[in-house]
């Protein structure tokens, strides 16, 4: 496959003398071809270009969820994003606001894993025993949950109060499908405020998910539990609680 | 409890169960990884947990181990793999003829392999090619190549380990023939320290050569990259493996929603930039295609190259390095005291491997502790990025 060369522009952090820090975008030169990613990219920039460029990676599939970044302005894994999918033009790469920032494209994603269950599973049941009859010597099928704790979706969300957030909240669902005697703890953790219910139904978290999570419905079908076992239990239902 | 200081180069999988063993064993440890965690070549891993049934012909003991391994990995972090076992298809005449010997290595290697009918086989996958001719099913499972390393880390986090990530070491502190220290480079901050040490192990895989040097080490060593390509949709449950000696793209690893093939080996002299090569990804697609025909028409999710770090020099073919894990005590190769470097070894004993390093690291520093870690849980992922033990 022939490669051009193409434009990409890294938040880069400066660190003066003094240690105070400040942002900026750097343009490098990179040779692409249809398949170079954004990921693939930044790995020529460091390895030729920048020994000291920062950003997270691990997988190069999709699946461990550490290289989420603003790419052009939308939210992305880095390793699954080709290049000549994003623009023909020039490609910007910034680090997720959301998460704490270490330097460059670089994040702690600490603050994302705040509100999630705890003691959640990692594991469900696999769709595809449906059909499939597992060998004697397991129960079921499982496999690891769909969401790869990216982030994207935090990042993605118009929600500016104190939330929760999507991939907390789409976590808490899964924890009471896998985990259904957890359910009345789980529910009246996340029936508050700051919780289910302030979800304002942008739809971007799912929009913006790169395994095909839905936070947005798991964050719908709570507020519905609740407003069920609340209407059940005949107490009051709606916000604030 | 010992004071001693060992400083762990590398934040791949080794330094992971490295970190974690000797802190249970009371030593201070402080890891540096140059980038993020994982980030050099255990992330990249197809995530295939093996029984050892893939190894039992060509090295029973490797086998047993992973066998052991397995074991220990289900007790100790069940939530980083989805425990399906794996299925060994016998393709050709050929195959069906290596099938008895197979069988009979992997249970002298303490491996329960149980032949299956292909109509049982079919019920299990009804993905398998109606080809297949034979099938022995084995206690294979996927590791989340991220998330258990991760685990490692969390637990001895926890328990007072330093994990220092996009801190490069940029020097190996010497004097008097003694390894005594390194020189890093914090990249948040970018200040460079120097840091004490009593030992220092340097578990950087691939790059363990180029690390060596900075000791002015010579350590003999081919950085091997293989292609993996994942395609969208979860084809089959369980790992299949070709039933042949062990060979090009003759794996198929589920795992999420999504299903990966491995691998090819080349060898290259540079690990930091691997490009993949283009005629590896329909080569490898084709090779899962015949013991999974829905490979054919599958869209393709991402394609990578993982490097794995080969003992010795060679510029020849590398399956004739070995794939063995090396435990190299610099004091004995090469009269540097206070230096060891680990190569090599396999994701599925991880934790293994990290028992040998500090079993020898306690011997050399005349410290008297047991390995605890095959009974310890470890903590959630998710811990490594909390202060509480209990995510």
């Given at each position: 496959m022939?490669?051009v060369?193409?434009?990409?522009?890294v938040?880069?952090t400066?660190?003066a003398?003094?240690?105070?820090?400040?942002?900026?975008?750097?343009?490098y030169?990179v040779?692409?071809n249809k398949?170079?990613?954004?990921l693939?990219?930044l790995?020529?920039?460091?390895?030729e270009?920048?020994?000291d460029?920062?950003?997270?990676?691990?997988?190069?599939?999709?699946s461990?969820g550490?290289?989420g970044?603003?790419?052009?302005?939308?939210?992305?894994?880095?390793?699954?994003?080709a290049?000549e999918?994003v623009s023909?033009?020039?490609?910007?790469v910034?680090?997720?606001?959301?998460?704490?920032?270490?330097?460059d494209?670089?994040?702690?994603?600490?603050?994302?894993?705040?509100?999630?269950?705890?003691?959640?599973?990692?594991?469900?049941e696999?769709?595809?025993s449906?059909?499939a009859?597992?060998?004697?010597e397991i129960?079921r099928?499982s496999?690891f949950?769909?969401?790869?704790?990216?982030?994207?979706c935090v990042?993605?969300?118009?929600?500016?109060r104190?939330?929760?957030g999507?991939a907390?909240?789409?976590?808490?669902?899964?924890e009471?499908i896998?985990?259904?005697?957890?359910?009345?703890e789980?529910?009246a953790?996340?029936?508050q405020?700051?919780g289910?219910?302030?979800?304002?139904?942008?739809?971007?978290c799912?929009?913006?998910?790169?395994?095909?999570?839905?936070?947005?419905?798991h964050i719908?079908?709570?507020q519905r539990?609740?407003?069920?076992?609340e209407?059940?239990?005949g107490g009051?239902?709606?916000?604030?609680? | 409890?010992?004071?001693y200081?060992?400083?762990?180069?590398?934040?791949g999988?080794?330094?992971?169960?490295?970190a974690?063993d000797?802190v249970?064993?009371?030593?201070?440890?402080?890891?540096?990884?140059?980038?993020?965690?994982?980030s050099?070549?255990t992330?990249?891993h197809?995530g295939?947990?093996?029984?050892g049934a893939?190894?039992a012909?060509?090295?029973r003991?490797?086998a047993?181990?992973?066998?052991?391994?397995?074991?220990?990995?289900?007790t100790?972090?069940?939530?980083?793999?989805?425990?399906?076992y794996?299925?060994?298809v016998a393709?050709?005449d050929?195959?069906?003829?290596?099938?008895?010997?197979?069988?009979a290595?992997?249970?002298?290697?303490?491996i329960p392999?149980r032949?299956?009918?292909v109509?049982e086989a079919?019920?299990?996958?009804?993905g398998l090619?109606?080809e297949?001719?034979k099938?022995?099913l084995?206690?294979?499972?996927?590791i989340?190549a991220?998330r258990?390393?991760?685990?490692?880390?969390?637990?001895?986090?926890?328990?007072?380990?330093?994990?220092?990530?996009?801190?490069?070491v940029?020097?190996i502190l010497?004097?008097n023939?003694?390894?005594?220290g390194?020189?890093v480079?914090?990249l948040?901050?970018r200040?460079r320290?120097q840091v004490?040490a009593?030992?220092?192990?340097n578990?950087?895989?691939?790059w363990?050569?180029k690390?060596?040097?900075?000791a002015?080490?010579?350590?003999?060593?081919?950085p091997?990259?293989?292609?993996?390509?994942?395609v969208?949709?979860?084809l089959?449950n369980?790992?299949?493996?070709h039933l042949h000696?062990p060979?090009?793209?003759d794996?198929v690893?589920?795992?999420?929603?999504?299903?990966?093939?491995?691998?090819?080996?080349w060898t290259?002299?540079e690990?930091?930039?691997?490009?993949?090569p283009?005629?590896?990804?329909s080569y490898?697609?084709?090779e899962?295609?015949?013991?999974v025909?829905a490979?054919?028409?599958?869209?393709v999710?991402?394609a990578?190259a993982?490097?794995r770090?080969?003992?010795g020099?060679?510029?020849?073919?590398?399956?004739?390095?070995?794939?063995?894990?090396q435990?190299?005590?610099?004091?004995?190769?090469?009269?540097v005291e206070?230096?060891i470097s680990v190569t090599?070894?396999?994701?599925?004993?991880?934790?293994?491997m990290a028992e040998?390093?500090?079993?020898?690291t306690?011997?050399?520093?005349?410290?008297n502790?047991?390995?605890?870690?095959?009974?310890?849980?470890?903590l959630?992922?998710?811990?490594?990025?909390?202060?509480?033990?209990a995510?």
């Open positions: 022939s490669n060369q193409r434009e990409i522009r938040q880069r400066r660190i003398e003094d240690g105070s820090r400040s942002q900026e975008l750097v343009s030169q040779p692409v398949r170079t990613t954004v693939d990219a790995e020529y920039i460091r390895s270009l920048e020994p460029l920062l950003y997270r990676h691990s997988c190069h599939h999709g461990c550490t290289c970044m603003l790419i052009n302005n939308a939210q992305k894994l880095a390793c699954l994003t290049i999918e023909d033009d020039v490609v910007e910034r680090a997720l606001s959301t998460m704490n920032h270490i330097a494209l670089a994040v702690d994603p600490a603050p994302l894993f705040a509100d999630f269950p705890r003691h959640a599973t990692y594991l469900r696999s769709e595809a449906r059909e009859v597992p060998p004697e129960e099928f496999r949950e769909d969401c790869i704790e990216c982030g994207l990042n993605s969300c118009p929600v500016t104190r939330f929760m999507p907390a909240l789409a976590a808490y669902r899964r009471i896998n985990r259904p005697e957890r359910r009345d789980l529910l953790e996340v029936d405020e700051h289910a219910w302030a979800c304002d139904r942008a739809l971007n799912s929009r913006v998910c790169p395994t095909g999570v839905y936070p947005a419905k719908a079908l709570l539990e609740l407003e069920d076992s209407s059940s239990a009051k239902s709606g916000e604030g609680a | 409890m010992s004071k200081h060992i400083v762990i180069i590398g934040g999988g080794t330094g992971a169960a490295l974690h000797l249970q064993r009371g030593f201070r440890a402080t890891l540096f990884e140059r980038g993020e965690l994982t050099g070549t992330g990249r197809h295939q947990l093996h029984s893939r190894y012909v060509g090295d003991e490797i047993r181990e992973c066998m052991d391994e397995t074991r220990i990995l289900r100790i972090a069940p939530e980083s793999i989805e425990s399906n794996g299925l060994f393709l050709t050929e195959d069906v003829e290596f099938e008895p010997q197979f069988v290595a992997c249970r002298e290697a303490g392999a032949r299956v009918s109509a079919r019920q299990m996958e009804p090619s109606p297949i001719k099938v022995v084995v206690p294979d499972g996927t989340d991220w258990l390393p991760l685990q490692f880390f969390a637990t001895a986090k926890h328990a007072g380990a330093a994990v220092h990530s996009f801190t490069p940029t020097g010497r004097s023939g003694m390894v005594t390194v020189e480079q914090d948040r901050t200040k320290t004490h009593d030992l220092v192990i578990a950087t895989g691939a363990a050569g690390v060596a040097a900075l002015d080490v010579d350590l003999p060593l081919t091997a990259p293989g292609t993996l390509v994942a969208k949709d979860r089959v369980m790992v299949i493996s000696m060979g090009d793209g794996i690893v589920p795992q999420r929603r999504l299903s990966i093939v491995g691998t090819t080996q290259t002299r690990p930091d930039l691997v490009r993949t283009e005629d590896d990804i490898l697609l084709r899962a295609a015949r013991m025909p490979f054919e028409n599958a869209r999710h991402a990578w993982a490097v770090p080969l003992a020099s060679s510029d020849s073919d590398a399956r004739e390095l070995s794939r063995d894990f435990c190299i005590d610099h004091a004995v190769t090469d009269g206070g230096f090599g070894g396999k994701a599925t004993v991880l934790r293994a040998k390093v500090v079993n020898l306690c011997r050399k520093l005349g410290i502790a047991a390995c605890r870690t095959a009974e310890m849980p470890l959630s992922h998710r811990a490594y990025f909390s202060l509480s033990e995510s």
